[in-house]
């Protein structure tokens, strides 16, 4: 998929700019950029740097080798196995998501190939439910990591999540040991399995499958945790330090990686997987 | 401190008590009376406690009085000796675990623990675990492999502690692990949820080949109280939250996320711990007899098979 064709496709929502068709107020640096620039530079801001949340299949256009993308997600949808009603009924939530991002459940991905591995990719979704894992998502993963094992595939997953639905209960919490244990089928198979964490990564995925792999990669600025910044400042009454729980802290703290800018993501990860790849005969 | 809806049960019992010291004292016989207060009692009790809310339940479930791991510990090993420190960092005091003898059988134990009292409290956070207390954990996984004993995990935590120092050591990436470590043991491996099994704090010593809840025990994916300031904007509305999670143990054992209900004594366990575990005892010799047989690779097959097979989707 052409990524131009892509980002001309995006329709930005929200209404109050001055010429919304043109030009994107930047959030990092309150900078007017031209929108095209910004489609040019991947939605990073060429002023500042701050990454722009953008759609699940610009991951899948970013890092699949053009015409490499077989979709293999999609076919199992969510259920209410609760009777769960909050300030709508669960069914009534999802059908709402389902509509707004044309997929079942908070996840997409299939096979392609990356700088010519063999993989299995899987992107989450945040515009469906913040990313949260339920069951449909647990299983997506679970048997992304069992497709992988099967056809020697490297396991690339690229996260966004607030964490497990409570929608679901605690099928929602079982969801972190069985993409867990799944994941012991790549690494049986000595399969790299490489995640790239993107704004916001926290809850039930942080602490599951998401830092479990041999590589972990973040986006400049991602908010990654396990308890949401909220719920932490509410804990300990107090104010939370500048960069809290930002990609670069977590770096400083030896939890990622890498930080790695969005223009240099499929470079990296291309670098990266031949290295760990087996029998990848030119490391370089 | 008595929970709201036990008052009644106590007023009776404590009725009962000013009869019989009238009769010692008097030298009465009121036998007669007294076995029909009595009888009362256990009426009322069943009553009430058969129709407790999933809210009441949760309330139970934190019940000062309740056993903890220690008092688990003490009350069904014949001996046992507690481990310490996370060999990294520090000694987690929200979680204890060591070696032990189960019915002349070694095993492996670890456990949330919760304090008996406000200081004590405060002293095990709550009962909820930083990183070190999962890495302590971990290193007692990896003593129940060495040593091929079976690792019983005895579950009660609000949840994982959420505050600076825990995200600073990476208490997420300290709970995948956790988990991951639990799933590939190579022994027979039980999780009990004694009371509280808040969240991924809770799962981290969650993954059992069987998986036991006693029976006013709650387990779930977010704590009442955090759901409902999410969806209802209110803690408040913490009572509808709990029955809309399906928290509750036969909730639990209807949706497979665990394998079988320890049944409290009338009134709860926090009122006749002795009596409650002994059910608990009896309950883990007997899910131990069950994966005796197995070999570490079975016994790892019947984990993934166990936790691979949760969830609720339709295929389309």
Redesign the interface.
Known sequence: MALDRLFRRRRTRGGGREVPELWVRCPGCDAQVYKRDLEQSLWVCPECGYHHRVPVETYVAILADEGSFEPTTGAIRPTDPLGFVDTEPYPERLARYQKKTGRPDAIYGGRAAIGGVPSVLLVMDYAFAGGSMGSVVGEEIARGAELAAREDRALVIVTASGGARMQEGALSLMQMAKTTMALDLVFQKRLPYLAILTDPTTGGVTASFATLADVILAEPGALIGFAGPRVIKQTIRQDLPEGFQRAEFLKKHGLVDEVVDRRKLKETVVRLLRLTYPGEADGA | MALEFERPILELEEKIRALEATAREQQLDLSEEIGLLKEKLARLEREIFQGLTPWQRVQLARAPGRPTTLDVAEGIFEAYAELKGDRAFADDPAVVGGVARLEGRPVVFVGHQKGRNTKENIARNFGMPHPEGYRKAMRLMDLADKEGVPFLAFIDTPG?????S????????V???S??RM??LRVPAVAVILGEGG??GA??I??GNRVLIMENAW????SPE??AA???HDAKEAERAAA????TARD?LA?G?VDRVVPEPGGGAHRNPEAALAELKRALLESLEELAGLDPDALWQD??RR??G???????
């Open positions: 994982a502690y959420p505050g600076i825990a995200e600073e050591r990476g208490q997420a990436w709970i995948a692990r988990i991951q799933s590939r969240s991924g799962l981290a969650g993954v387990y779930s994916v977010i955090s759901c999410i969806l209802w809309a999670l399906k928290l639990l949706l996320v984990r993934y936790f691979r949760l969830g609720a989707y339709q295929e389309s």
